[in-house]
T-cell receptor
């Protein structure tokens, strides 16, 4: 158990819909990272927040957005969903930037 | 272009065999991390190597960071079915400080009994 929690574990929705994924970091970790993992692309960095502020952006689509709240939990919002958005979405947290602890992930299926 | 190239992509071996997987780059990294991921689960950090030439051992797993800090290897001795999983290396090039951690695409290891 990494100490990072993610909900929900599984999510099935239809194209065009909007979903919210939630992440609670390890106690004391100020940084939260979001990743997308698909079979063909591997683990792709989406976005990082540090203590409520956006710190770095990766290959995140404009249809996707995230935020980190004062209690340090984070949410990833995915809208206008497409079939290709089906993937595993991971959240990770860290104290030291190069040592990240991953949550169990949310498996998103878009039908 | 993949900044961190992992090889082989797939490896299927019998219990008790030894194996080595590689993580290579043309860039210099301040450190490299190795993760293991089981199906449907998140990656789990195994080790971080920081110093060029560094060797770290974790039971039957031996990790090495190249002298020039451009590559790393993971050697498993006497593999067991419990070693099955996706092995990922990750790091940040020294000339990209402040950017996101970069992951290789991984080596999928299958150990059969």
């Amino acid at each position: 158990d990494s100490g990072v929690t993610q909900t929900p574990k599984h999510l099935i929705t239809a194209t065009g819909q909007r979903v919210t994924l939630r992440c609670s970091p390890r106690s004391g970790d100020l940084s939260v990272y979001w990743y997308q993992q698909s079979l063909d692309q591997g683990l792709q960095f989406l976005i990082q927040y540090y203590n409520g502020e956006e710190r770095a952006k990766g290959n995140i689509l404009e249809r996707f957005s995230a935020q980190q709240f004062p209690d340090l939990h984070s949410e990833l919002n995915l809208s206008s969903l497409e079939l290709g958005d089906s993937a595993l979405y991971f959240c990770a947290s860290s104290v030291v930037a190069d040592t990240q602890y991953f949550g169990p992930g949310t498996r998103l299926t878009v039908l | 272009t993949q900044l961190l190239e992992q090889s082989p992509q797939f490896l299927s071996i019998q219990e008790g065999e030894n194996l080595t997987v590689y993580c290579n780059s043309s860039s210099v990294f301040s450190s490299l991390q190795w993760y293991r991921q089981e199906p449907g689960e998140g990656p789990v950090l195994l080790v971080t190597v920081v110093t060029g030439g560094e060797v770290k051992k974790l039971k039957r797993l031996t990790f090495q960071f190249g002298d020039a800090r451009k590559d790393s290897s993971l050697h498993i001795t006497a593999a067991q079915p419990g070693d099955t999983g996706l092995y990922l290396c990750a790091g940040r090039p020294v000339d990209q400080a402040g950017t996101a951690l970069i992951f290789g695409k991984g080596t999928t290891l299958s150990v059969s009994s």
